[in-house]
């Protein structure tokens, strides 16, 4: 499964989520079995293909997320990458309709 953060920094430990309007960059991770498998960091996430988009508030724009058909997830202010994909992996994350 691909999900993308936006996240207020380049790094894979140190990183955490932000809204879409602050992301400095997405991070795109892939995970398998509740573990990330790979992860890159990009500018933006138009025009890619991605499962879901988390984010840290329900006020999000998310018309471009859905016209690309992907879900959004909301996850809690301040995470950091790593514990956003063990809350994914326990569904602890509310989806966003």
């Known amino acids: 499964m691909l999900v993308v953060i936006p996240v207020d920094k ?3 430990e140190e990183a955490k ?7 400095k960059s997405f991070a795109f991770i892939d995970t398998e079995s509740g573990k990330i498998k790979d992860y890159q960091f ?3 996430f138009e025009n890619e293909m991605f499962d879901y988009i ?3 508030s329900k006020n999000e724009e998310l018309e471009d997320v859905f016209e690309l058909g992907a879900r959004a997830l909301l996850a809690r202010e ?3 990458i ?3 994909i063990e809350a ?3 569904a ?3 989806e966003i309709l």
Not at 17 to 23: D, L, T
């Open 54 to 56: 988390i984010v840290n």
């Open 92 to 94: 602890e994350l509310d």
């Open 17 to 23: 989520i932000v809204s879409i309007n602050k992301a």
């Open 82 to 84: 790593e514990d956003i």
């Open 88 to 90: 994914l992996m326990f």
């Open 42 to 44: 990009k500018d933006s």
């Open 78 to 80: 301040n995470m950091y």
């Open 10 to 12: 380049s790094d894979i």
